[in-house]
Structures are given as structure tokens and as C-alpha cells.
């Protein structure tokens, strides 16, 4: 007879890195990686407890040597009953004060993923639980039209992507983010969308048509060109050349298109930030932006399990330039430079971004959506106008 133990611990005061083998942590016990072959297709190293959990509950070999016996991480997707759907926010650095997450968690697997932390909210974890838990919101259409219709709603720009990607694998099934876009061609509202996936070309029909009256724009978000890289840092996300290529088929349908390269990871895709820009405009892109790479909360120690296991080589230099873009530390939140850092590494960075994009022609005229077409969908039970 076989089997593997689950072994509880009082969680500690603050989170707990889970740092692989051979990793220096303050909490040893913690420190258990997933099993390859449980995780295969999987960005995240490990799934320690999230922080606001009173235990840590980590898996373990009790001597039967079975841990191979247990399954490999399967995604599932369970229902968001949240009453309301655009999310407000009032932070100085970012250019919308509300945004729509159609889906909570994300599939895509991105290491680096800001949102990560999010997930200890739900109780779960915001490494592997985060990839393959996953909550959808089917009511989030209805929700929409329902808030627009909000007698006093004043229509502005409503971002979609920003935390978790509207169009990961599960959207092709679902269906919610088309549903949301119907609503807001419906109703005349502008959006501006973020993703990492191909599946978004599947809506062009949609987008075309609210490009034509200034309502949408599309963000690419293009990390590296290296197939390698990409496939270990964004597993499940669409390739690089596809997202080139999906730049294109929007710039093609006269979609104003935007190519992110986000996040810039010192020593890591840096490097590529000039044939990143030459690759998109070349695709049809006429905008561009970056994000130097964050680390709050837990994805501090995923990203370091993952830099660990997959370039260990360059895991000193790596969190040394990020330190020197950080005030010393592995992230600063502060407004105003918690996207693009301080320090000389982060200005020769954002210098030649800013050469790239001169000598590319991007970012000579900034698209802006329109309020102008919004037309307030009616309630239920609201009598309509006779005139």
C-alpha cells in the first residue's frame, strides 16, 4: 500500500516563501515544489497557502515514496455570483478609473502575473490554484447592461484585461467576454482591451464595427520573440507569432492596435525590446507601451522558484538590476514609478524605448475613444420614450 501525506503548519505571520531546493528560505518547511509531471504545462512552481490562510497545508512524502500516484493539476472552472461587475478604482498612475474582469484566475499561467495575489482572497493559492481554479462570471453581460443603465451612469473608458485576460482558454467555451462586447456596442460605450491571446480575432466582427465609431482599442501584449522563453514563462498562451500575426488581422480590419511590451525583465527579455516594437509595427501596430516587471506579495518567491529552476544561472544578476530598479528592494509599490522604476538601469530602459518607438513611427498619434455614441439601455420595466 502507497500513499502521500498532507501536513498542516500554522501559517506565519507573513507569507511564506516557497523556495525551491537548494534556495536559501526562512521557512524550510515550506519549501516543497509541485512534482514536474503534476504541474507539466504549469507556470508556477508550487501552491503554498495563500497569506491569509491560518494554516499551510503542504504535500509531503511520508515514506511510501507515492507522490507520483497523485494527479496532475486539472483546470476547473466554478461560477462568480458577484452582484455587480465594473470594478472602480482611483489610482493616479493609470489612465481608467474602471475596468471588467469577466474571469477570476488565469489559465494563461504567466509567472510573473501581478494578479497572482488576488487569489488568497478566495482562500486558494496564488501559484498553481491561480492557473487551474478559475471562476467565471456568465451573469457578467446582463450585470453590464444592468449597471448602464444606472440612471446618473457617466460613460468612460472601461478596461478589460488589466487583471486577468478576458480571452485565456476558457473564453472560446464560455463566451462572456463576446457577450460583454455586445453590450457595449449595444449601448455606444468605449473599451480598451488587454490580452496575450489569438482568441480575440475571433470578435473582430464586433471590434470592426465600434472601431468605426471610435468605441475599442486592442492591446498585444508581446513579452519575447524566443519561442523557449515564452512557452516556460506564458504557457498557455498564444505564441509569439501568433500575436503578431493577430496584431495584424485587427490593424487590418481598422482596429486602432497597441503592442505592450510587458513585463521588461532585466537580463533576461530586454534585450529584445527594439525587435519586439520593429516586429509589431511591421504587423500593423501604431501604439506601443511597457511595464517594468512587479513583484508584489507572493509573486515575489514564485517568480524567484521559477527563475531558480528554469535559469539559475542568471538568478543573482536577474534580482540584482531589478534592486537597483526598485530603491534596493524587490518591488515598490509607489504611484508613479512602480511601473517603470527609478534608477539608471530603468532610465537607459525607458530611453530606448523611447528611441525604438521614435525611429518605428509609434506612438505619433494617441487613438481616443469617444463617450459621444453612449445610449443608456433602458431598465426593465422602463417605458420608453414616444419621442
Known sequence: ???????????????????????????????????????????????????????????????????????????TVSLDTSRKVI????????????????????????????????????????????????????????LLEKELA??????????????????????REHKIMRGILEVLERAGHPVGIVTKSGLVARDIDILQRMAKRNLVKVALSVTTLDAKLARTMEPRASTPPKRLETIKRLS??????????????????????????????????????????RLPLEVRDLFREWLLANYPDRYRHVFTLIRDMRGGRDYDSQWGTRMKGTGPMAW??????????????????????????FVRPKQSGEQLSLF
Open 252 to 293: 487590418d480590419a481598422g482596429i486602432p492596435t497597441t503592442v505592450m511590451v510587458a513585463p521588461v525583465i532585466p537580463a533576461l527579455n530586454d534585450s529584445e525590446i527594439e525587435r519586439i516594437l520593429d516586429a509589431a509595427a511591421h504587423a500593423g501596430a501604431k501604439e506601443a507601451s511597457y511595464v517594468l516587471l
Open 87 to 142: 470594478a472602480r478604482n482611483d489610482s493616479p498612475d493609470i489612465g481608467f478609473d474602471r475596468s471588467i474582469n469577466p474571469y477570476r484566475g488565469c489559465e494563461h499561467g504567466c509567472v510573473y502575473c501581478f494578479a497572482r495575489p488576488t487569489h488568497a482572497y478566495l482562500g486558494l493559492s496564488p501559484g498553481l490554484d491561480f492557473e487551474s481554479k478559475l471562476l467565471a462570471k456568465p451573469d457578467a453581460p446582463a
Open 1 to 75: 500500500m502507497s500513499r502521500a501525506s498532507s501536513h498542516a503548519l500554522k501559517h506565519p505571520p507573513v507569507t511564506a516563501p516557497s523556495t525551491p531546493a537548494g534556495a536559501p528560505s526562512a521557512f524550510p518547511e515550506l519549501a516543497v515544489a509541485i512534482e514536474r509531471e503534476r504541474r507539466r504545462g504549469r507556470g508556477a512552481q508550487s501552491n503554498a497557502s495563500g497569506r491569509y490562510e491560518a494554516e499551510a497545508r503542504v504535500t509531503f512524502d511520508d515514506g511510501w515514496q507515492s507522490l507520483e500516484d497523485l494527479p496532475p493539476f486539472k483546470t
Open 348 to 373: 537607459m530602459i525607458g530611453r530606448r524605448f523611447e528611441i525604438a518607438c521614435e525611429k518605428l513611427g509609434l506612438n505619433k498619434r494617441r487613438s481616443k475613444l469617444t463617450t459621444d455614441h
Open 150 to 171: 444606472t440612471p446618473g451612469y457617466e460613460p468612460r473608458m472601461i478596461a478589460i484585461g488589466t487583471n486577468t485576460d478576458p480571452y485565456q482558454p476558457i473564453e
